[in-house]
């Protein structure tokens, strides 16, 4: 069935460098949402985008959904020791299931 | 509102045994999802309702896995008997299905199963 690829799986960062984590579909998706858990918690829901080639910001990320609306990234800008944590790509498909992607562990080397 | 809340928090069994996890989602939401989650696999979709009514159940592993909503406020999964790959966090999500943030899950804090 359709899946939602991401890469990388880990990522070790130095504290104040950039950081981007990419999701891929084979198929078209009606939009895409990211999640964000921290070490030892649950998934929360950080964003949705929906229309093609939407860019938008929350602080230091940017979210941005590609025009053929199979791809999707999450750029975090300066990296902080708080970004630790997993990213998740997923799939609201058809408003119905959700699907995750594997996840992009990111770790900050203080 | 306190959001999904998931029983218990931990659990450590021995293989055979029944396992019994409890979610009680969002008042108001009607869909609900169970997920596990384990390292070599991430989060999977074990199965999901609408409405108190399973719409999808391909992704439960096999027969000993059980899931029930006999009502709006109230989920179980059950898995009989364990085994120790069984072994991982549970996780209960529900979303509205209508209005703002329709399609937005929330997650409980989830279970830790241990199956020795």
């Known amino acids: 069935g359709q899946q939602v690829m991401q890469i990388p799986q880990y990522q070790h960062v130095q504290e104040g460098e950039d950081f981007t984590t990419y999701c891929n579909s084979s198929t078209t998706l009606s939009n895409i949402q990211w999640y964000k858990q921290r070490p030892g918690g649950h998934p929360v829901f950080l964003i949705q985008l929906v229309k093609s080639g939407e860019v938008k910001k929350q602080k230091r990320l940017t979210f941005q959904f590609g025009e053929a609306k199979k791809n999707s990234s999450l750029h975090i800008t300066a990296t902080q020791t708080t970004d630790v944590g997993t990213y998740f790509c997923?799939?609201?498909?058809?408003?119905?299931?959700?699907?995750f992607g594997i996840g992009t562990k990111l770790q900050v080397i203080p | 509102d306190a959001g999904v809340i998931q029983s218990p928090r931990h659990e450590v069994t021995e293989m055979g045994q029944e396992v019994t996890l409890r979610c009680k989602p969002i008042?108001?939401?009607?869909?609900l999802f169970w997920y596990r989650q384990t390292m070599m696999r991430g989060l999977e979709l074990l199965i999901y309702?609408?409405?108190?009514?399973?719409?999808?159940d391909s992704g439960m592993p096999e027969d000993r896995f059980s899931a029930k909503m006999p009502n709006a406020s109230f989920s179980t999964l059950k898995i009989q008997p364990s085994e120790p790959r069984d072994s991982a966090v549970y996780f209960c999500a529900s979303k509205p299905g209508q209005g703002y943030g329709a399609n937005v899950l929330t997650f409980g804090a989830g279970s830790r199963l241990t199956v020795l």
């Open positions: 008042s108001g939401h009607n869909s």
């Open positions: 997923a799939d609201p498909r058809g408003y119905q299931k959700v699907t």
């Open positions: 309702f609408n409405n108190n009514v399973p719409i999808d």
